[in-house]
């Protein structure tokens, strides 16, 4: 569906929800409650609780039924199916551990004393009275603010248990307890509480551990003391290099307090430690943009698009809001954005062109096949998963076959379908493709041609008659001989695996040969949907289109992650986004007749619009055609330029 929307623009996004506290190895209990901030899922809790006594009966009531169901499941054998979402596309990862849920046993923990929080300051004899209500942690002091940093309290109420402890210990307040104040500071962004809490650390340490830095950074940014912030992150440098976040939070405060410059050069030098930026630093250089006519600024932002293309990073709904809005904001050029849909094909229904296909160039293709073979198959670790006689031997064999079309990885493939017998699912497959007067190589392992319930000898000679075949040993891999054989067959060889190859991926020594890797595999890997006995084996279909931030110079594509879909680094965005440049209908218009003029035809077009219908002349045949044949272009390339963006000198080359 292609829909229109207003442009939006936001404000940059300094603070999330849950804010990472950062603090370091020591204080780790406290750091896993801020865990989704370097990019780990937010888990969702929930609680179990015994059935009562009572409900015995029905409880074995339903054990049995529920082994009965069972039973007759596994007994029907009218459908066998693996239904499931496109290999690559957002969220089918998830989507697909739960079709296939593991039973777990779930650890239940202790009951605890719980304390309530409060909900006001407390003074000293309360506190001490909660204290000793609460039994169970011997240091009471830390967990309860451990707490108040879990729910956020009030900076109220956390400042009376610093007040408490301080006059427990001769004024003195620890640096974890002060950590964690300043945490609650941040997070309630009390600018004032921060500085007082930095005024004390700098005074009480020389240096500070990570989480500390991180802390008073992010609070800094935005008080008139910003500065500061970017001193503590060269103190940072001098003992590790600073996170992602940390240069996220310095470029936030120096675009908020309109220092451009020391924004991108801090962002430079993020990229110079090989660190990819964080999505929200590089939306708040989009947004910081917006209106601004400067063709260097708008140069470097359009570098960032080439950098996401590079790197294959999506933008979220909100970045891309903000990127379409940017676009639409420089002034004197005419962008228009809009949310669109690619369709199979490749074209783009928002404005008519397509977009880069997913196949390899020739020039593509020998780069990724000699660096696969380097560094997968010759190099790295690869005799742990098989032995130089074995692998040779299959060099030979491959070198002395004709080119397959079709590589299976045979063991993968049998096991696709739990119910059914191993060897039948294999051998539909093969038959169906053989079928085809498909080339086909089945890889395996040598215990699949020894008989047993999962492995039938006569299917397997079934197979073997069909296709060509390799059975390594079972303690070989498959994965560097499927690659092995599909690289060495050519650009059209297809394989069939569950396996999507993500650690023979993380061997690849540098983001284009990865990237190359993954186009190649998205062009060429074939997953199977479904299986029903006595029917077709049904795969899913190849996407013709690379999903990659693209742009012709005056149009650009850029695929996004919409909000709600867990999307896995290996899968493949589902939204785009389009941009193109608006030629305005009234220069359009003036082209026009200023070409009819320029051949004389204006006045006699305007003659007959404007002669009353019964005195009008009547043109000649010939020029009558001149006329309909110069009108028919027009229409038609206005037409056009509402689909596809293109410059005024293209209008003179259609109507002459």
């Not at 780990?40 to 006594?53: E, V």
Request: glycine letters at 6%; proline letters at 4%.
């Amino acid at each position: 569906m292609t829909f229109y929307f207003t442009g939006i623009r936001s404000f940059p996004k300094l603070w999330k929800s849950n804010p990472y506290l950062g603090l370091g190895p020591g204080h780790a209990y406290l750091s896993l409650l801020l865990k989704d901030c370097y990019g780990i899922r937010n888990y969702k809790w929930f609680s179990l609780k015994p059935m009562s006594p009572q409900n015995t009966k029905a409880m074995n009531l339903l054990i049995a039924k529920a082994r009965y169901v069972r039973k007759r499941d596994e007994g029907s054998n009218k459908q066998v199916s693996a239904d499931s979402p496109h290999l690559f596309a957002a969220g089918a990862a998830k989507k697909r551990s739960e079709m296939n849920p593991q039973s777990k046993d779930y650890f239940r923990p202790p009951v605890r004393n719980i304390v309530q929080l409060p909900t006001k300051p407390l003074n000293s004899e309360e506190w001490n009275k909660l204290k000793e209500d609460f039994k169970g942690k011997t240091n009471f002091e830390n967990w309860i603010l451990s707490q108040m940093v879990k729910y956020h309290s009030s900076i109220d109420v956390a400042k009376s248990v610093l007040a408490w402890v301080a006059a427990n210990n001769n004024g003195v307040i620890g640096y974890d307890l002060l950590v964690k104040y300043l945490y609650l500071c941040v997070f309630h962004k009390e600018t004032a509480e921060i500085i007082d809490v930095y005024e004390i650390m700098k005074a009480r340490y020389k240096r500070l551990e990570s989480g500390g830095y991180t802390l008073l950074i992010r609070g800094l940014i935005h008080t008139d003391r910003w500065r500061e912030a970017l001193l503590l992150l060269e103190d940072l440098k001098k003992v590790i290099i600073p996170s992602k976040m940390n240069y996220n939070d310095c470029i936030q405060g120096a675009l908020l307090h309109q220092d451009v410059n020391v924004a991108w050069k801090l962002h430079q030098e993020l990229l110079g430690h090989d660190i990819v930026p964080m999505l929200e630093t590089l939306k708040a250089f989009f947004d910081f943009g917006k209106g601004i006519k400067d063709d260097e600024y708008s140069n470097k932002l359009q570098d960032i698009l080439l950098y996401l293309r590079n790197n294959q990073l999506y933008p979220g709904e909100s970045f891309a809001h903000s990127i379409k809005t940017w676009f639409e904001s420089i002034p004197g050029e005419q962008w228009k954005g809009q949310f669109t849909t690619i369709q199979q094909s490749g074209q783009c229904l928002g404005c008519g062109k397509t977009v880069e296909s997913i196949h390899l160039s020739s020039e593509e293709y020998e780069f990724l096949k000699e660096r696969i073979m380097r560094d997968v198959i010759d190099g790295g670790d690869q005799y742990r998963k098989t032995t130089p006689q074995e692998l040779k031997r299959f060099q030979n064999f491959v070198k002395y076959c004709p080119p397959f079309d079709i590589v299976i990885d045979g063991l993968n493939v049998a096991k696709m379908f739990p119910k059914a017998r191993e060897s039948q699912v294999l051998l539909d497959v093969v038959s169906q493709l053989a079928k085809q007067n498909l080339k086909v190589l089945v890889l395996g392992r040598k215990h699949m041609l020894m008989q047993n319930s999962r492995w039938r000898k006569d299917d397997m000679e079934k197979v073997q008659k069909q296709a060509s075949y390799f059975f390594a040993d079972n303690i070989s891999e498959d994965d560097p001989f499927l690659l092995y054989a599909t690289l060495h067959s050519g650009n059209h060889c297809k394989f069939i695996t569950k396996d999507l190859m993500r650690d023979h991926k993380a061997c690849l020594p540098d983001a284009k040969t990865q990237r190359l890797f993954f186009k190649w595999q998205q062009g060429h890997q074939l997953a199977i949907i479904s299986r029903h006995p006595g029917s077709r084996i049904t795969f899913q279909h190849i996407l013709s289109y690379d999903t990659v931030v693209q742009t012709t110079g005056d149009s650009w594509h850029i695929p996004y992650d919409e909000d709600l879909v867990e999307r896995y680094s290996y899968e493949l965005i589902q939204s785009w986004g389009t941009r193109r440049r608006v030629m305005p209908t009234f220069l359009l218009l003036g082209r026009l007749f200023y070409l009819l003029e320029q051949q004389g035809l204006l006045a006699s077009i305007l003659l007959v619009l404007t002669s009353p219908s019964g005195s009008r002349p009547r043109p000649s045949g010939l020029g009558l055609w001149i006329v309909s044949k110069h009108l028919l272009h027009f229409w038609h390339h206005l037409i056009l330029c509402m689909l596809s963006p293109t410059h005024p000198e293209s209008l003179m080359v259609l109507l002459l």
